[in-house]
């Protein structure tokens, strides 16, 4: 089985927050810490390193831990946080995990792992309801498949996983754990929840 230990995760920080009125999301506090934060510290301990895919604010995200802006293909989506993250991280495995679902499993990591036999395999998180398809495994060989992709101008996650193997991994033990908190609402719901 691969490792956790032996992959770098990057926390897709680097949108425009539209549905948040275009603030940065990976900043909002939840709980007295900013979204960033909370994720940094469920991942840390699971993989080998965290890096942050961001394009504003980078001061700040560089105080928390390194930042990698998208490359190319400036706001085009998580797969341009993909496309930063596959070329920069130091190991041939990167997880993705989107900075508004700050509740991820401790875990997530090994559960992905596990789930990939071979570099085109794609694992992704199935609550059981629906697939969360920016919170994925996916290996450094993928990369010029992706940037093809992208240089043809297409920006839909779901079209460039049909041109791979998709594994879904069933996260539906754990579903709430991967509540996109992309509204005002939706934060301020989580936040009177408490921890």
């Known amino acids: 089985m691969l490792d956790p230990l032996h992959i770098t995760a990057v926390i897709l920080a680097g949108g425009r927050g539209l549905r948040m009125q275009g603030a940065d999301k990976g900043l909002l506090p939840l709980w007295g810490q900013p979204l960033v934060s909370h994720l940094l510290g469920r991942l840390t301990p699971q993989v080998g390193q ?86 994925a495994l996916i290996h450094q060989s993928l990369l010029p498949s992706l940037c093809n992709y992208l240089d043809g101008g297409d920006r839909k996650l779901q079209l460039w996983y049909e041109r791979h193997r998709l594994i879904p991994v069933d996260f539906s033990d754990e579903a709430d754990a991967f509540d996109n908190l992309n509204t005002p609402q939706a934060l301020l719901e989580l936040e009177n929840k408490g921890e």
């Open 50 to 135: 965290v890096l942050i895919n961001a394009n504003r604010n980078l001061e700040h995200y560089r105080g928390l831990a390194p930042v990698i802006p998208d490359d190319d293909y400036h706001f085009a989506g998580p797969l341009a946080g993909f496309q930063a993250g596959l070329n920069h991280a130091p190991s041939e495995w990167v997880l993705f995990v989107p900075c508004d679902s700050p509740l991820v499993p401790d875990d997530l990591a090994a559960r992905l792992c596990a789930a990939v036999h071979r570099h085109d395999d794609i694992a992704v998180v199935d609550d059981g309801a629906r697939l969360h398809t920016a919170t």
